[in-house]
């Protein structure tokens, strides 16, 4: 299936929130800035804008935006001190050490999107729940979206979910330092699985076939490239 969908964002996933800001600005020499809180959910985090590399961009198959700033962000997501640490253990359930969690696709046709998944069968995609989401800002500006949710994270975070801003502004229009992201890439002991579904959306994701060895791991990879060096997850 092709759809119109754009890179939205990808998701480090952090155990501590202030430590791996800290580490990020080390290694790719910028330092991202407070997106906020998600009440209720345990989590807060940090933003970076994100410019896709050329040569990642034109292989990867999803709508590419114009202009000098996408509207593409990196998240890093850790557990807020402020709330009770229980609340995020579902959202970063595993999580010891920096992990290219998750990411997301912003469809121009949300609903149709989410209906056609519904409907698949070969292969048969599975979204989970469509859920309203909202995080206040620094500046007291309150965001509100939707996005699909499934739990556990479908083929461990290579399917992407869909994220709707609605009237929103996007988190990547704040002022905020940008790194690259060089490369993408997922590793799974399904390859050929794991790529039709994304052909549903018509991404074209390099996957690596996992051979079995100890501490191997299904997952996302990416490579990211600052003004003070390169980060690989």
Not at 30 to 40: F, L, R, S
Not at 127 to 145: A, F, I, Q, S
Request: hydrophobic share 40%; charged share 25%.
């Amino acid at each position: 299936m092709l759809s119109n969908s754009c890179f939205d964002h990808l998701v480090i996933a952090v155990p501590n929130l202030q430590k791996y800001v800290e580490q990020c600005e080390v290694r790719l020499g910028v330092a991202a800035v407070d997106g906020g809180a998600h009440p209720g959910l345990g989590t807060a985090n940090a933003l970076l804008g994100l410019e896709l590399s050329d040569e990642f961009a034109d292989s990867l198959g999803l709508a590419r935006e114009e202009g000098p700033s996408p509207l593409t962000y990196l998240e890093i997501l850790g557990p807020d001190p402020e709330q009770d640490p229980a609340l995020a253990a579902a959202r970063l359930a595993g999580i010891i050490a920096p992990t290219v969690q998750r990411w997301a696709i912003r469809p121009d046709d949300f609903d149709g999107l989410v209906t056609a998944a519904a409907r698949s069968r070969e292969p048969r995609v599975h979204l989970g729940e469509v859920r309203d989401m909202t995080r206040r800002r620094p500046d007291g500006t309150v965001l509100d979206w939707r996005l699909s949710r499934r739990t556990p994270l479908p083929w461990s975070g290579i399917q992407p979910f869909l994220i709707d801003w609605k009237d929103s502004d996007h988190p990547a229009r704040q002022e905020m330092p940008w790194v690259r992201l060089e490369k993408l890439w997922a590793a799974s002991d399904a390859p050929a699985a794991v790529g039709s579904v994304l052909d549903f959306f018509g991404i074209a994701l390099d996957i690596i076939a996992l051979d079995g060895q100890e501490g191997e791991t299904e997952g996302l990879h990416a490579h990211l490239k600052g003004p003070g060096g390169s980060w690989t997850l």
